[in-house]
């Protein structure tokens, strides 16, 4: 394209949800705020207390802690500039931070699919391999894996980030999303992206389908197992170690799915709008909750923890 038809961006514009009333922009920024105050201290309470309770210093609890630690960080780089388009019409972001945000969106992102990998192999060591647990996630192990996990976050957002921002873009900077993810930005681009959206879809596809087939992998091998177990009192034990982590990435991968993998006549910009908000505002606030509801022994570390700080706090002058 001519060099005449374009210009340089200094910054976009995250249109978000202007289409909307006042009113109910309003209203989602009171109830977005309240989301992302339950998310950050739901995920705050788990990392807290798995590292408070030495009965919760296992494989799990540490693999939990860590996405813990991911949400967290995932919601600090969507939702307060999300909460700002909601106050402000056509709020602006840098070039720079607009970015910065998709960096650090891909780099969670993936690092989130990796590490439910991660966890999902745990649940299958734990269980198929009950006697050889202690030996196999050794501390030495488990950091291992975590670092395995998070790492596939920094090629991936640094080559598909750097590669995006190359690109020369049109006079409009409007981004028609609430934060700068890569299909709304790449159609204000200048110039022939075809080869991009070819490495993007290849590596949207492997990114998630990887670690999904991990996790379907490892829990066929849990599902044969827990068959095998003759007391209905074991299946059950087993089963209940499993299910919060099941419905954890049941959530992450049928919404993220939606999002990415419909035909483009069937997903306008407004319902994938919607369709973020489940996995980037959501799904951070109920892993904390259905991990807390669903395990007797994060209840009970929390009623420990909880206790032990009000009896610090009573001794104190």
Same mark, same amino acid.
């Given at each position: 394209m001519?060099?005449? &038809?374009w210009?340089?961006?200094?910054e976009? %514009?995250? #249109? ?19 989301v ?5 201290l ?10 408070a ?12 802690? &860590? ?7 995932f919601?600090?780089? %969507?939702?307060?500039k999300m909460?700002?388009?909601l ?5 602006t972001i ?9 960096? !650090?969106?891909?780099? !969670? ?20 391999s ?6 196999? #996630?050794s ?6 894996l975590? @670092? ?27 981004v ?8 709304p930005?790449?159609?204000?681009v ?5 080869r991009?959206?070819?490495?993007a879809? @290849? ?17 066929? =091998?849990?599902?044969l197992?827990?068959? =095998?177990?003759p $007391? ?15 419905l954890?990435v049941s959530?992450?991968? @049928?919404? $993220? $799915?939606?999002t ?6 069937n &997903?306008s910009?407004?319902s ?10 959501v799904?951070?606030?109920?892993n904390?909750?259905i991990?807390?509801?669903?395990n007797?022994? @994060?209840?009970?570390?929390l009623?420990r ?9 009573? =001794?104190l002058?």
């Open positions: 001519a060099a005449g &038809n210009t340089r961006v200094d976009f %514009i995250l #249109m978000s949800f202007s289409s909307l009333p006042k009113d109910l922009q309003l209203l989602l920024f009171l109830a977005f705020l309240a992302y105050l339950l998310t950050l739901g995920n705050s309470l788990i990392i807290v207390v798995t590292l309770d030495p009965r919760l210093h296992s494989p799990m609890y540490f693999f939990l802690r &860590n996405l813990s630690f991911l949400e967290i960080g919601n600090l780089v %969507i939702v307060p909460l700002g388009t106050l402000t019409p056509h709020t840098s070039f720079l931070g607009c970015a910065a945000q998709m960096y !650090f969106f891909f780099f !969670f992102g993936v690092a989130e699919c990796c590490l439910l990998a991660t966890m999902a192999y745990d649940r299958y060591v734990a269980i198929c009950p006697l050889h647990y202690p030996l196999i #996630m501390p030495r192990t488990r950091a291992q975590a @670092v395995a996990s998070w790492f596939p976050g920094f090629p991936v957002a640094t080559v598909q980030t750097a590669w995006l921002f190359s690109f020369p873009f049109c006079a409009t900077n409007k028609n999303h609430f934060f700068c993810d890569s299909p930005v790449l159609r204000l200048c110039g022939d992206t075809a991009f959206e070819v490495y879809l @290849v590596g949207t596809v492997l990114v998630v389908m990887l670690p999904c087939l991990l996790i379907l992998g490892s829990y066929t =091998r849990i599902a197992a827990i068959l =095998r177990m $007391s209905a009192a074991g299946k059950r034990k087993a089963f209940s170690t499993c299910c919060s982590h099941l954890v959530l992450f991968y @049928v919404s $993220s $799915s939606l990415y993998f419909q035909p483009k006549s &997903n910009p407004e994938k709008k919607l369709l973020s908000l489940t996995y980037t505002v799904t951070p606030m109920l904390p909750i991990y807390s509801l669903r007797n022994e @994060v209840k009970n570390a009623g923890t909880l206790h032990k700080a009000l009896a610090l706090r009573n =001794r002058p």
